[in-house]
């Protein structure tokens, strides 16, 4: 039989900014577009990509799923986020918020999974040019593809399931904008060491096995080009080094950022950059720096506009 003060999982409710009411009205202004131009771009970059024969190599295929994956991100955390930044709160329904949890952590594994796999697709384009089709053929491509949701997918499900499984016996007030896994965990009667046992280890090995391939891969880049080859090896690799970049970097300062009141606040900062603000920027990386990307987006354009005329 249950303990008393044990609860059953029913609602949520979601506050992120609880004692500063124009801060959450000022992230709210500032989400709002760039929510909004991250759905447009990474839908947009994912049908470009479809469309145009141009662009149907093995580059392209990963681009087009790192774009499903930065929409699935959005679109799971982006609205709650940004009612409960404008009313104060917002109330998930436990199933709600177990579907949340679910499909970001899968989005966000399966992401570095698939940098991962991007990364090896630079060392065959840089390093092998002559056997570029052979090193990277379409069935590897979607079997690393496969691999990398199942990857996150089967990390998710671990997470989720097993959060979900703790009895809570707290008020289910979650002190951030959106379900995430060590929110829920803190408000378990429970022990809750082996959840953060298998969360570091299953997520660390995923990122840090994903950053190492990632690392393997350009340091043989550079081992190949030497430094007469630095400017072409950047010049073919750049906007996927600079995605990676951004976002490491802020799975770097989550993980680092110092403990203390702070914590909680900074927490949710990055968690609102790492969810909103990378998939709005992966498809501006990618597309500006990217000579096809914007030839074949301009071929539509004009086509388009020649039907129109006529």
Known sequence: MAAPNQTAVTDFLLIGFPSSRDLSLLLFSLALPIFLLGLAGNLGLAVLIRAESSLHTPMYFFLSHLALLDLCSCCAVGPVMLWGLLAGQATLPGSACALQMFLFATAGDAECCLLAAMAYDRYAAVCRPLHYQAAVP?????GMVLGSYAAGAASAAVHTGLAFR??????????????????VLELACADTSLNQALLLAVCGAIQS???LAILASYGLILGAVGRAGVHRAVSTCGSHLAAVAVLYGTLLFMYLRPEGSYAAQADKMAAAFYTVVIPTLNPIIYSLRNADVKGALAKRLLGRRRVWGD
């Open 138 to 142: 379409p069935r590897l491509c979607r």
């Open 209 to 211: 096995l994903s950053l």
């Open 166 to 183: 703790l009895p809570l016996c707290r008020a289910h007030v979650l002190d951030h904008f959106f379900c995430i896994i060590p929110s």
